[in-house]
Protein backbone atom coordinates (compact mmCIF):
# COMPACT_ATOMS: atom_id res chain seq x y z
CA UNK A 1 0.00 0.00 0.00
CA UNK A 2 1.42 3.35 -1.22
CA UNK A 3 1.96 6.27 1.20
CA UNK A 4 0.63 8.68 -1.52
CA UNK A 5 -2.79 9.55 0.51
CA UNK A 6 -2.05 9.80 3.86
CA UNK A 7 0.87 11.23 3.49
CA UNK A 8 0.66 13.85 0.36
CA UNK A 9 -0.10 17.11 2.92
CA UNK A 10 1.83 15.39 6.01
CA UNK A 11 5.05 17.12 7.37
CA UNK A 12 8.35 15.27 6.61
CA UNK A 13 10.33 14.27 9.42
CA UNK A 14 12.52 16.99 10.31
CA UNK A 15 15.77 17.56 12.06
CA UNK A 16 15.72 19.16 15.67
CA UNK A 17 15.47 23.26 15.35
CA UNK A 18 18.00 24.89 13.68
CA UNK A 19 19.49 21.79 12.06
CA UNK A 20 20.11 20.68 8.53
CA UNK A 21 18.76 17.25 7.66
CA UNK A 22 21.52 16.86 5.26
CA UNK A 23 23.93 17.77 8.02
CA UNK A 24 22.30 15.34 10.58
CA UNK A 25 22.84 12.50 7.72
CA UNK A 26 26.73 13.77 7.14
CA UNK A 27 27.29 13.83 11.28
CA UNK A 28 25.53 10.15 12.00
CA UNK A 29 27.70 8.91 9.43
CA UNK A 30 30.38 10.04 10.76
CA UNK A 31 29.48 9.49 14.28
CA UNK A 32 29.16 5.74 12.99
CA UNK A 33 32.35 5.54 11.70
CA UNK A 34 33.95 6.64 14.48
CA UNK A 35 31.63 4.30 16.94
CA UNK A 36 32.35 1.41 14.47
CA UNK A 37 36.39 1.55 15.28
CA UNK A 38 36.53 2.51 11.42
CA UNK A 39 38.17 6.39 12.34
CA UNK A 40 40.68 5.58 15.21
CA UNK A 41 41.33 7.64 18.38
CA UNK A 42 43.54 10.63 17.71
CA UNK A 43 42.87 10.01 13.45
CA UNK A 44 42.54 12.97 11.61
CA UNK A 45 39.42 12.98 9.57
CA UNK A 46 39.57 14.14 5.88
CA UNK A 47 39.24 17.92 5.64
CA UNK A 48 36.32 19.69 4.24
CA UNK A 49 36.89 19.47 0.92
CA UNK A 50 36.90 16.27 0.81
CA UNK A 51 34.22 15.31 2.88
CA UNK A 52 32.29 17.64 1.02
CA UNK A 53 32.65 15.25 -2.02
CA UNK A 54 32.66 12.27 -0.41
CA UNK A 55 29.09 13.06 1.29
CA UNK A 56 27.99 15.58 -2.25
CA UNK A 57 27.04 18.14 0.38
CA UNK A 58 28.28 21.86 0.90
CA UNK A 59 31.54 22.80 2.71
CA UNK A 60 28.72 24.39 5.41
CA UNK A 61 27.13 21.11 5.60
CA UNK A 62 30.15 19.46 6.49
CA UNK A 63 31.07 22.38 8.71
CA UNK A 64 27.76 21.92 10.88
CA UNK A 65 28.30 18.27 10.72
CA UNK A 66 31.89 18.61 12.30
CA UNK A 67 30.19 21.19 14.85
CA UNK A 68 27.82 18.46 16.17
CA UNK A 69 30.21 16.11 16.13
CA UNK A 70 32.51 18.25 18.92
CA UNK A 71 29.34 19.55 21.19
CA UNK A 72 29.30 15.45 21.65
CA UNK A 73 32.84 15.26 22.40
CA UNK A 74 33.91 12.88 19.50
CA UNK A 75 36.25 15.33 17.77
CA UNK A 76 38.13 18.13 18.94
CA UNK A 77 40.04 20.54 16.47
CA UNK A 78 43.54 22.07 15.90
CA UNK A 79 43.83 25.44 14.27
CA UNK A 80 45.26 24.78 10.95
CA UNK A 81 45.86 21.27 11.63
CA UNK A 82 41.75 20.01 11.44
CA UNK A 83 39.66 17.67 13.55
CA UNK A 84 40.82 14.27 14.71
CA UNK A 85 38.82 11.92 16.45
CA UNK A 86 38.35 11.98 20.96
CA UNK A 87 40.49 8.90 21.98
CA UNK A 88 37.53 7.65 24.73
CA UNK A 89 38.05 4.31 26.44
CA UNK A 90 34.72 3.22 24.78
CA UNK A 91 36.41 4.03 21.47
CA UNK A 92 39.39 1.15 22.05
CA UNK A 93 41.74 0.26 19.46
CA UNK A 94 40.85 -2.95 19.69
CA UNK A 95 37.36 -2.30 17.67
CA UNK A 96 37.69 -3.70 14.38
CA UNK A 97 37.05 -1.74 11.38
CA UNK A 98 33.67 -1.81 9.05
CA UNK A 99 33.95 -1.83 5.54
CA UNK A 100 34.13 -3.94 2.60
CA UNK A 101 36.76 -6.05 0.88
CA UNK A 102 37.80 -4.35 -2.77
CA UNK A 103 36.21 -5.41 -5.75
CA UNK A 104 38.65 -7.89 -7.47
CA UNK A 105 36.57 -10.21 -9.89
CA UNK A 106 33.45 -9.70 -12.28
CA UNK A 107 31.96 -11.87 -9.56
CA UNK A 108 32.44 -9.07 -6.91
CA UNK A 109 30.35 -6.64 -9.44
CA UNK A 110 27.57 -8.73 -9.22
CA UNK A 111 27.79 -9.39 -5.76
CA UNK A 112 27.34 -5.92 -5.36
CA UNK A 113 24.65 -5.97 -7.12
CA UNK A 114 22.94 -8.76 -5.26
CA UNK A 115 23.53 -6.37 -1.77
CA UNK A 116 22.50 -2.94 -3.72
CA UNK A 117 19.04 -4.64 -4.19
CA UNK A 118 18.21 -5.67 -0.62
CA UNK A 119 19.05 -1.70 0.22
CA UNK A 120 18.51 0.63 -2.29
CA UNK A 121 14.95 -0.20 -3.63
CA UNK A 122 13.63 0.41 0.73
CA UNK A 123 15.73 3.30 0.07
CA UNK A 124 13.59 4.65 -2.65
CA UNK A 125 10.70 3.50 -0.26
CA UNK A 126 11.56 5.17 2.60
CA UNK A 127 12.47 8.85 0.92
CA UNK A 128 9.43 8.52 -0.93
CA UNK A 129 7.77 8.35 2.49
CA UNK A 130 10.07 11.22 4.62
CA UNK A 131 11.50 13.53 1.56
CA UNK A 132 11.78 17.80 2.46
CA UNK A 133 12.42 20.07 -0.08
CA UNK A 134 16.05 20.53 0.77
CA UNK A 135 16.42 16.50 0.26
CA UNK A 136 14.40 16.32 -2.51
CA UNK A 137 16.11 19.39 -4.33
CA UNK A 138 19.61 17.79 -4.26
CA UNK A 139 18.19 13.84 -5.93
CA UNK A 140 16.55 16.95 -8.67
CA UNK A 141 20.20 18.05 -8.69
CA UNK A 142 22.41 14.65 -9.27
CA UNK A 143 19.28 14.17 -12.00
CA UNK A 144 19.85 17.36 -13.91
CA UNK A 145 23.44 16.96 -13.91
CA UNK A 146 22.67 13.24 -15.46
CA UNK A 147 20.18 14.55 -18.18
CA UNK A 148 23.00 16.88 -19.06
CA UNK A 149 25.47 14.29 -19.71
CA UNK A 150 22.61 12.16 -21.57
CA UNK A 151 22.48 15.02 -23.89
CA UNK A 152 26.11 14.76 -24.44
CA UNK A 153 26.14 11.19 -25.02
CA UNK A 154 28.00 10.43 -22.37
CA UNK A 155 28.00 8.87 -18.27
CA UNK A 156 28.76 10.36 -15.49
CA UNK A 157 29.30 7.66 -12.46
CA UNK A 158 29.56 10.81 -10.33
CA UNK A 159 26.10 12.38 -11.30
CA UNK A 160 24.91 9.00 -11.11
CA UNK A 161 25.67 7.98 -7.36
CA UNK A 162 24.86 11.39 -6.43
CA UNK A 163 21.78 10.34 -7.64
CA UNK A 164 21.41 7.27 -5.46
CA UNK A 165 23.25 8.66 -2.07
CA UNK A 166 20.78 11.50 -2.70
CA UNK A 167 18.14 8.68 -2.25
CA UNK A 168 19.69 7.46 0.60
CA UNK A 169 19.91 10.84 2.56
CA UNK A 170 16.20 11.16 1.94
CA UNK A 171 15.40 8.53 4.39
CA UNK A 172 16.78 10.20 7.13
CA UNK A 173 18.41 7.50 8.55
CA UNK A 174 22.14 7.28 8.40
CA UNK A 175 22.70 3.42 8.30
CA UNK A 176 21.27 3.81 4.55
CA UNK A 177 23.81 7.20 4.44
CA UNK A 178 26.88 5.08 5.65
CA UNK A 179 26.36 1.90 3.80
CA UNK A 180 26.41 3.90 0.53
CA UNK A 181 29.29 5.73 1.20
CA UNK A 182 31.42 2.78 2.50
CA UNK A 183 30.42 1.27 -1.01
CA UNK A 184 30.75 4.25 -3.31
CA UNK A 185 34.38 2.38 -4.87
CA UNK A 186 32.80 -0.69 -5.65
CA UNK A 187 29.22 0.97 -7.05
CA UNK A 188 31.46 3.24 -8.89
CA UNK A 189 33.58 0.05 -10.72
CA UNK A 190 29.59 -1.64 -11.81
CA UNK A 191 28.57 2.42 -13.36
CA UNK A 192 31.46 2.97 -14.94
CA UNK A 193 31.48 -0.89 -16.82
CA UNK A 194 27.55 -0.42 -17.48
CA UNK A 195 28.09 2.98 -18.14
CA UNK A 196 30.33 1.43 -20.65
CA UNK A 197 27.68 -0.60 -21.99
CA UNK A 198 25.26 1.97 -22.56
CA UNK A 199 27.10 4.84 -24.48
CA UNK A 200 27.36 2.44 -27.64
CA UNK A 201 23.70 3.63 -28.43
CA UNK A 202 21.70 7.08 -27.55
CA UNK A 203 18.60 4.81 -27.03
CA UNK A 204 19.97 3.33 -24.32
CA UNK A 205 21.64 6.16 -22.68
CA UNK A 206 18.08 7.64 -22.34
CA UNK A 207 16.06 4.79 -21.23
CA UNK A 208 18.48 4.62 -18.37
CA UNK A 209 18.17 8.21 -17.69
CA UNK A 210 14.15 7.49 -18.22
CA UNK A 211 14.40 5.19 -15.77
CA UNK A 212 16.17 7.43 -13.39
CA UNK A 213 13.17 10.24 -13.59
CA UNK A 214 10.56 7.67 -13.13
CA UNK A 215 12.31 7.04 -9.58
CA UNK A 216 12.13 10.89 -9.00
CA UNK A 217 8.93 11.60 -10.10
CA UNK A 218 7.70 7.96 -7.60
CA UNK A 219 9.33 9.71 -5.02
CA UNK A 220 8.57 13.02 -5.83
CA UNK A 221 4.61 12.04 -5.50
CA UNK A 222 5.12 9.79 -2.36
CA UNK A 223 4.12 7.16 -3.90
CA UNK A 224 6.62 5.10 -1.85
CA UNK A 225 5.47 1.26 -3.38
CA UNK A 226 6.29 2.35 -6.79
CA UNK A 227 9.39 4.38 -5.68
CA UNK A 228 10.77 0.84 -4.50
CA UNK A 229 9.93 -1.04 -7.41
CA UNK A 230 10.99 0.78 -10.22
CA UNK A 231 14.42 0.97 -8.27
CA UNK A 232 14.47 -2.35 -8.10
CA UNK A 233 13.59 -2.58 -11.84
CA UNK A 234 16.32 -0.32 -12.74
CA UNK A 235 19.35 -2.33 -10.69
CA UNK A 236 18.33 -5.45 -12.46
CA UNK A 237 17.90 -4.02 -15.29
CA UNK A 238 21.66 -2.50 -14.87
CA UNK A 239 23.18 -5.89 -13.70
CA UNK A 240 21.12 -7.15 -16.77
CA UNK A 241 22.40 -4.87 -19.63
CA UNK A 242 25.88 -4.91 -18.01
CA UNK A 243 25.68 -9.04 -18.15
CA UNK A 244 24.10 -9.14 -20.94
CA UNK A 245 21.67 -11.50 -18.86
CA UNK A 246 24.44 -14.07 -18.50
CA UNK A 247 24.55 -14.42 -14.72
CA UNK A 248 27.56 -16.04 -12.73
CA UNK A 249 26.86 -19.21 -10.56
CA UNK A 250 27.96 -18.23 -7.30
CA UNK A 251 26.95 -21.48 -5.52
CA UNK A 252 29.61 -22.54 -3.14
Same mark, same amino acid.
Given at each position: ???T?????????R???GR?P????? &?? +????Q??????R??Q?????????????V???????????L??Q?L??????A??F?V???????E????? &??????????????D??L?I?????????S??????L?????????????T?????????? &?????????????H???S??????????????? %??????? +??E???????? %??G??E???A?????A?E??R?????????? &???????L??
Amino acid at each position: MTNTTESENAAPERAPAGRSPLAQNV &FQ +ALRAQITGGQLRPDQKLPGEHELAETYLVSRPIVREALRQLREQRLIYSRRGAGSFVVARPDLGAEQPAVG &FAPVETIADIQRCYDFRLTIEPDHAYWAASRWNAEALDEIATALDLMRDATVARLHREDAD &FAFHLAIAQATNNHYYVSSMTALKAHIFVSMKF %HGNSVIV +AKERLENVFAE %HCGIFEAIRARDSDRARELMRRHLEGSRDRL &FEGRMLDLSL
